[in-house]
Each structure stands twice: as structure tokens, then as C-alpha cells.
């Protein structure tokens, strides 16, 4: 219902190049900040490619005022964005933590337990950090694989490592579809039939993994 879902939001950026942490006191209205997701988008000063990954921030909250901001550093600052939704009520359920993505891929992901949820009621979504460079490194999916069991995923097994939050969401009046697809290197477009919803009242989230330097 409507007054189960409150959100605050604003724009913060770190103070210089080197700074990896900030912490933003987004004053009162949240009540519970465990039932919280963070939402986030970020850009950067530096016009090159060579940073990129340092505007991939990981954000969640660490009380009911205080949002962590955290990102690898050291060539440009990053500007973010970011909304943290609190669902209210009993029957959400948020279940959120951090997550080291090295080695896992498509075929052979990484895994993290979960208490178990009912799939179709139920929807992940996940910010991160990236301490290395490229499209094989920073590009980095989750997936709800099984009632229990998230997968995560990227195209690189050997380089750098990804910090991933996630966030799993439960309600029983959620209606939750969920697929995978595959877009060649010349495909702008990639279609996916599902079953019809109503589309004032629903959202999509992807994830995807990419290869190639990206520079």
C-alpha cells in the first residue's frame, strides 16, 4: 500500500581523489534500517576511461541516519546519487548483506545462503565496488538461482575483486518474473516476452556482465 514504502533521497559527492569512504547523515524518517535498500547512481569528473571503476559505489545503511558510501579511489571523485527506500510493515521482509564476487561466472558462480523465500514473491537488487579497471572486472550480476541461493557472476576470474550489497525483498502481494538473456557483441536490442502486468504498477532491474577492457 501506499504508506508502506517511504524514501529519502539526495546528492552527495567523496571530497577528492583519494577518498574511498563518506559517510551522509540523511536526518529522521526511517524507522528500521534493516528493512532498508539502497538505490544509487554515480558519475565521475574524470572524462577518461581509466577510472571508471571508481564510480561503482556500494551503499546501505548503518543506523537509521547514517549512509555508508563506499568506493575504490585514487584518479577521480564520484557524485552520487542515491534514494534508500524503507519497506514498512510486516509482511516485508529485507534480507541484505556484502558479498565478495572473484572467481564466479555464468557457468560456475559464486553462492550466498539466504533464509528462504518464496521466488515468485521475492526480488534482488545490488550495488557495488570495484577495486580494478575494465568491463570484465566491474560488470557484475546477481540472480535469485533457487528459494535460498544467490548466485553472483562476472566475465573475469582472476583480476580484482568486486564488493558486492545485496538486497533480498519479500512481500506476498509482490508478482515477480525473472529470466536471463544473451546479447552478442552486435546486438543493440534484445527482447523478452513475459507474461502481461500492469505497467504503472511494475519495474524491471537487470543485471549484466560484459567483456572487453572498455577502454
Known amino acids: 500500500s501506499g504508506d508502506e514504502i517511504y524514501v529519502k533521497s539526495g546528492s552527495s559527492s567523496f571530497a577528492g581523489i583519494t577518498d574511498t569512504d ?18 544509487l547512481t554515480a558519475s565521475s569528473n574524470n572524462g577518461g576511461v581509466a577510472g571508471y571503476n571508481e564510480s561503482h559505489v556500494r551503499g546501505y545503511m548503518t ?13 577521480s571523485t564520484a557524485t552520487v546519487d542515491w534514494f534508500v527506500v524503507e519497506f514498512k510493515g510486516s509482511g516485508w521482509s529485507v534480507q541484505q ?7 564466479g561466472t555464468q557457468a560456475l558462480p559464486q553462492t550466498q545462503a539466504i533464509s528462504s523465500v518464496t521466488m515468485a514473491e521475492t526480488f534482488v537488487f545490488m550495488n557495488w565496488e570495484a577495486d580494478t579497471n575494465g568491463l570484465d572486472q566491474t560488470s557484475a550480476k546477481v540472480e535469485l538461482t533457487n528459494s535460498t541461493t544467490l548466485s553472483f557472476s562476472r566475465q573475469d576470474t ?3 575483486n568486486v564488493t ?6 519479500s512481500h506476498g502481494s509482490l508478482n515477480v518474473q525473472r529470466g536471463n538473456d544473451y546479447a ?8 523478452q516476452t513475459i507474461t502481461a502486468v500492469n505497467t504503472a504498477a511494475a519495474f524491471p532491474i537487470s543485471f549484466n556482465d560484459c ?3 572498455g577502454t
Do not use: H, M, P, W
Not at 22 to 33: F, K, V, W
Not at 63 to 70: D, E, I, W
Not at 164 to 169: D, G, L, Q, W
Open 97 to 103: 548483506g556484502d558479498f565478495s564476487l572473484t572467481t
Open 164 to 169: 558486492c550489497r545485496y538486497f533480498v525483498i
Open 158 to 160: 582472476t583480476n580484482g
Open 211 to 213: 567483456n572487453g577492457t
Open 22 to 39: 563518506l559517510d551522509i547523515n540523511i536526518g529522521a524518517g526511517i524507522s528500521d534500517y534493516t528493512k532498508t535498500a539502497v538505490f
Open 63 to 75: 543506523s537509521n541516519t547514517n549512509l555508508a558510501l563506499r568506493r575504490s579511489a585514487g584518479s
Open 184 to 191: 552478442a557483441g552486435t546486438d543493440s536490442t534484445e527482447n
